[in-house]
């Protein structure tokens, strides 16, 4: 299948139009559009002082979830990182896990217990001068 344009010969890969679904009898995966939060609700505002709406945009390891996670538009997500820095400097949400979970003690065994400390040795009688 070759065609003569001006002189030139190319090769022209007509092939038809591209199937819609490339494997037949399973549909694509689409998944579903996420909203932004703070655009559904007008009257829901980012504050740094209230942690508790802050800590859902946090991952377990205590970063900020990402915007495709959350489903938060740019301006609102640049808000919600600023919201959330600043509520880490005064110390109402953590930036490291162990401040979320903190590290468990260490479990002594009872066969490896500290003995009791030895008594103090007695003091030299005083003499009355």
């Given at each position: 299948?070759?065609?003569?344009?001006?002189?030139?010969?190319t090769?022209?890969?007509?092939?038809?139009?591209?199937?819609?679904?490339?494997?037949?009898?399973?549909?694509?995966?689409?998944?579903?559009?996420?909203?932004?939060?703070?655009?559904?609700?007008?009257?829901?505002?980012?504050?740094?002082?209230?942690?508790?709406?802050?800590r859902?945009?946090?991952?377990?390891?205590?970063?900020?979830?990402?915007?495709?996670?959350?489903?938060?538009?740019?301006?609102?997500?640049?808000?919600?990182?600023?919201?959330?820095?600043?509520?880490?400097?005064?110390?109402?949400?953590?930036?490291?896990?162990?401040?979320?979970?903190?590290?468990?003690?260490?479990?002594?065994?009872?066969?490896?217990?500290?003995?009791?400390?030895?008594?103090?040795?007695?003091?030299?009688?005083?003499?009355d001068?």
């Amino acid at each position: 299948m070759t065609r003569e344009t001006s002189g030139t010969t190319t090769a022209s890969r007509d092939r038809g139009p591209r199937p819609r679904n490339l494997r037949p009898g399973r549909p694509r995966y689409m998944p579903k559009r996420k909203v932004c939060f703070f655009c559904a609700n007008k009257n829901e505002v980012i504050d740094y002082k209230n942690p508790d709406k802050l800590r859902a945009y946090l991952s377990d390891r205590a970063r900020i979830d990402p915007r495709r996670r959350t489903g938060t538009c740019a301006k609102h997500q640049r808000a919600l990182a600023t919201a959330i820095k600043r509520a880490r400097h005064l110390a109402l949400l953590p930036f490291v896990p162990e401040h979320v979970y903190p590290a468990p003690l260490p479990i002594i065994p009872a066969s490896a217990s500290v003995p009791a400390p030895a008594p103090a040795p007695a003091a030299p009688p005083q003499s009355d001068r």
